[in-house]
T-cell receptor, first 113, second 113 residues
Framework: RKEVEQDPGPFNVPEGATVAFNCTYS??????FFWYRQDCRKEPKLLMS???SGNEDGRFTAQLNRASQYISLLIRDSKLSDSATYLC??????????????FGKGTKLSVKP | DVKVTQSSRYLVKRTGEKVFLECVQD?????MFWYRQDPGLGLRLIYF???????EKGDIPEGYSVSREKKERFSLILESASTNQTSMYLC????????????FGSGTQLSVL
């Protein structure tokens, strides 16, 4: 099982739709989880951290399911400007680059008018 | 706002050339990172540094070296560029203890011919 896995998409949704992405991780000892957003031909930027209790920021909700070892990102009322690639990131808890982030390959979202 | 500046947006080099990619950050961050991003492979950590003159190997250090002579500057060196090093290179920085909040530069697209 890969350390961090995401469905690459693309997810093509109409404006106003609700869309959800999942990201699975292999190390059950992982403690810290994040979602980054990357616009086309731009650098990744931190969107939100993922807390055990789940957290919400406007139209965005992030959740953690430790039992099944996945994190999710829910976007409500999608806007055209939400079109981007969403990267999940998990803090590495062991190994040579311990403490650094392992990124998923990203899920591409395209919101259509 | 944190600014991470990479010296070149696009770079074309020949096989066997020595290549320097420069990265400068203006927020006095201790931690600096070099990633490469490839379609289908996502972001992969090459090298990182938690202090001046300190460097640690990431997940794919082969064929690369780094230099951190000053806190604000972190250089990635390709001693003898090869075609499989054609990629988007992204530099990032962060504060200690919060290396999950990475601030990325806008990237250097390197083509090795």
């Amino acid at each position: 099982r890969k350390e961090v896995e995401q469905d690459p998409g693309p997810f093509n949704v109409p404006e106003g739709a609700t869309v959800a992405f999942n990201c699975t991780y292999s190390n059950s000892a992982s403690q810290s989880f994040f979602w980054y957003r990357q616009d086309c031909r731009k650098e990744p930027k931190l969107l939100m951290s993922v807390y055990s209790s789940g957290n919400e920021d406007g139209r965005f909700t992030a959740q953690l399911n430790r039992a099944s070892q996945y994190i999710s990102l829910l976007i409500r009322d999608s806007k055209l400007s939400d079109s981007a690639t969403y990267l999940c990131a998990v803090k590495k808890e062991y190994g040579g680059s311990q403490g650094n982030l392992i990124f998923g390959k990203g899920t591409k979202l395209s919101v259509k008018p | 706002d944190v600014k991470v500046t990479q010296s070149s947006r696009y770079l074309v080099k020949r096989t066997g050339e020595k290549v320097f990619l420069e990265c400068v950050q203006d927020m006095d961050h201790e931690n600096m990172f070099w990633y490469r991003q490839d379609p289908g492979l996502g972001l992969r950590l090459i090298y990182f540094s938690y202090d001046v003159k300190m460097k640690e190997k990431g997940d794919i250090p082969e064929g690369y070296s780094v230099s951190r002579e000053k806190k604000e500057r972190f250089s990635l060196i390709l001693e003898s560029a090869s075609t499989n090093q054609t990629s988007m290179y992204l530099c990032a920085s962060s504060l200690p203890g919060s290396n999950e909040k990475l601030f990325f530069g806008s990237g250097t697209q390197l083509s090795v011919l």
